[in-house]
């Protein structure tokens, strides 16, 4: 079991191993690698933790492919806030991200073929989308305007309004949408960064995910309102959290 714990640092590693080729490239400046680092430290150690939690023995190749995409996403995350200190080509970020993207079909599959759904896995894979929405937004507010960040950070604000109403953390019931929306607007930020369209069509392709992606969390959050005034919640947070991934 505690081999199975350890699991998740072996990708935090390797990202730290991946930032240092790149870095022989791309010069990451202090900013970029302790972000990435963090990332990749914080990101580990929670997984590990969920995993002792459990008692879990096995990680599986569809938490594999998660944790893989963890890593991009801290690679990307040290591109990202390196180019705040100066010009940084989106040449080595868009490439590193629409991998990313494409992984996110992978693991849900692979999870449904090995027969490894789980709670943990829905919650890793909901957190590494999450992040990366993030983390492009950040690099794209430069292109479009900070605005842009509300589309990752509807994520957070969803969480933090649960601690204070509780209701919000009611199992929602399952939406394919969801992924649909998520996908797209990591396709239409990515987009963005690669800087192919002019400012107006960057604007305009941020500016329709950022609808999407509040189009749905106000529906979620609509439901949750209807439920809580129809009957008290019945689950955990955890699981409410967790429904909702890509397994």
Not at 13 to 33: Q, Y
Not at 61 to 67: D, H, L, R, Y
Not at 174 to 185: F, I, L, S
Not at 206 to 232: H, K
Request: glycine share 10%; hydrophobic share 55%; with cysteine.
């Amino acid at each position: 079991m505690r081999k199975v714990q350890f699991l998740p640092w072996l990708w935090a590693v390797a990202g730290v191993v991946a930032l240092g080729a790149i870095g022989t490239a791309i010069p990451l400046s202090i900013l970029g690698w302790t972000s990435a680092a963090g990332y990749l430290l914080v990101s580990s150690a929670l997984v590990s933790r969920g995993l002792r939690r459990r008692g879990s023995t096995w990680f599986g190749a569809a938490n594999a492919v998660t944790a893989t995409r963890s890593m991009l996403v801290g690679i990307a995350t040290g591109l990202v806030m390196t180019s705040f200190g100066g010009a940084v080509s989106p040449v080595p970020l868009v490439p590193i991200v629409v991998v990313a993207l494409v992984l996110d079909a992978v693991d849900g599959a692979v999870a449904r073929r090995t027969g490894s759904v789980s709670e943990l896995g829905g919650r890793f894979d909901m957190e590494v989308d999450a992040f990366l929405l993030l983390v492009l937004g950040v690099h794209d507010a430069r292109y479009v305007g900070w605005w842009v960040l509300a589309i990752g950070l509807l994520r957070y604000a969803f969480v933090a309004a649960a601690w204070v109403l509780p209701f919000l953390s009611r199992t929602l019931p399952y939406r394919y949408w969801r992924k649909v929306v998520t996908a797209a607007c990591g396709v239409a930020l990515a987009l963005v960064a690669a800087q192919v369209l002019p400012t107006a069509g960057n604007v305009l392709v941020a500016a329709a995910a950022l609808l999407l992606v509040a189009e749905s969390f106000g529906r979620d959050v609509i439901w949750l309102v209807r439920m809580n005034l129809s009957r008290p919640a019945l689950v955990s947070p955890d699981k409410a959290e967790a429904r909702d991934g890509s397994r």
